[in-house]
Each structure stands twice: as C-alpha cells, then as structure tokens.
C-alpha cells in the first residue's frame, strides 16, 4: 500500500495523470476493457509467484514491465516487448518514462507481446512442450 501511495504521488507531482492510471483491485469483468484502452501494463510486485495479468495484458498487444520478483517476468523479453526492473521507484519511473517520451517503443512492444502469446505461450505450443518432456 505505502509503494502504491508513493507511485501516486509521484504521477500528482509529474502531472501525469493523463498519460498513467494506476489501478488495483479491478473486478474481473472490467480487466479487459482497462487492457483494451491502454499500451503498457506496468506489474511492481513483489514476491508474487505467478501472475496471469502479464500474459492477459500480452495477450492484448501491452508492453510489459515487470519486477523481477514477479514469477511471470520469464514471460517477458527484455527490451524487446517490456522491462522486467528491480523494485525501486527510479527503475520503474525510469521504464515509464521511456515509454512515454518514446510511445512508438510501447506499440513495437505490444506487437511483440503478441507474437510471444500466439507463437510461443499459446496453449498448443506449451501442450507440445509438456508432450516433449514428458516423452524424453
């Protein structure tokens, strides 16, 4: 809570609001509308196993930046379709803020995200994986 309070002053103080919303807690039959309005998910958590929001949002075409003490940043390249950061105020104002002095970045990013998702996350190929495994 004391993290969240400090990245919302921090977005007062820069003014901003009309580029970064920061939501929490968002019922679930409204998730996809925020993706479907947005570029970048940003997910700073810490000491999360494994969050499904990173692929959701992928899946939508978001850029991605994410902790590295999120269990879902292994979804992430880095630079090529997000950021996975350490937990620090400066890293993740840092990574926001290139995507919003470079906003083409976020797009490239999204599309990425999209191929990951299709290609390489999809159901079939980690069915296909677990397959190759399994008959090793």
């Given amino acids: 809570e004391r993290y969240y309070e400090e990245c919302l002053q921090l977005v007062r103080t820069k003014s901003l609001e009309k580029n970064i919303m920061l939501l929490k807690n968002i019922p679930y039959d409204q998730v996809g509308y925020y993706y479907s309005i947005s570029h970048i998910i940003v997910m700073p958590s810490v000491n999360e196993p494994a969050s499904i929001s990173e692929m959701e949002a992928m899946s939508y075409g978001l850029a991605v930046i994410s902790s590295s003490d999120n269990g879902s940043a292994h979804y992430i390249n880095n630079s090529k379709n997000g950021f996975i950061i350490d937990v620090s ?39 296909k994986k677990l397959m190759n495994v399994i008959n090793s």
């Fill in 89 to 127: 105020l400066n890293e993740l104002v840092n990574s926001m803020m290139f995507y919003i002095t470079n906003p083409e970045q976020a797009i490239v990013h999204g599309v990425e995200s999209l191929r990951l998702i299709n290609e390489d996350l999809s159901i079939k190929q980690s069915y």
